[in-house]
C-alpha cells in the first residue's frame, strides 16, 4: 500500500501557491451588458490587469465571464468588481472556484 501524505496531493484549484510564496484565490465573475464581440471583453481584461493583486484573468464574451486569480493579501473581491466597474460594466457576485 502506498502512502499518500497530504505532499502527494495536487493544489485545491481555489487556493495555489504562486511564485512568490503567497495563496493566490480564483473566482469567477459574471459581467453584465457584455457582448459576444472581443472589444469588450479585453478592455475588462486590461482594467483587471491593472488592479494591484490580481495575478492572471481571463474573460470569456460568449458566456460573460471572467476568470481571475488574486492574492488577497493585496485585493478583495469588491477591488475586482471596481475594476470591472471602471471598464464600464457591471460585475455579479464573485463565485469562489
Not at 502512502?3 to 465573475?29: E, K, Q, W
Not at 471572467?66 to 488577497?72: F, G, L, Q, T
Amino acid at each position: 500500500m502506498t502512502d499518500r501524505s497530504n505532499t502527494d496531493r495536487a493544489p485545491s484549484r481555489s487556493s495555489i501557491a504562486p511564485a512568490n510564496g503567497r495563496h493566490s484565490l480564483r473566482v469567477t465573475v459574471p459581467i453584465y451588458g457584455l457582448a459576444c464581440g472581443g472589444g469588450g471583453a479585453l478592455t475588462v481584461e486590461r482594467a483587471l490587469a491593472k488592479q494591484p493583486g490580481v495575478l492572471r484573468a481571463y474573460v470569456n464574451p460568449a458566456t460573460e465571464m471572467a476568470y481571475v486569480e488574486y492574492d488577497p493579501d493585496v485585493c478583495t473581491t469588491a477591488d475586482i468588481a471596481a475594476a470591472v466597474g471602471r471598464a464600464g460594466f457591471r460585475a455579479g457576485v464573485p463565485i469562489r472556484r
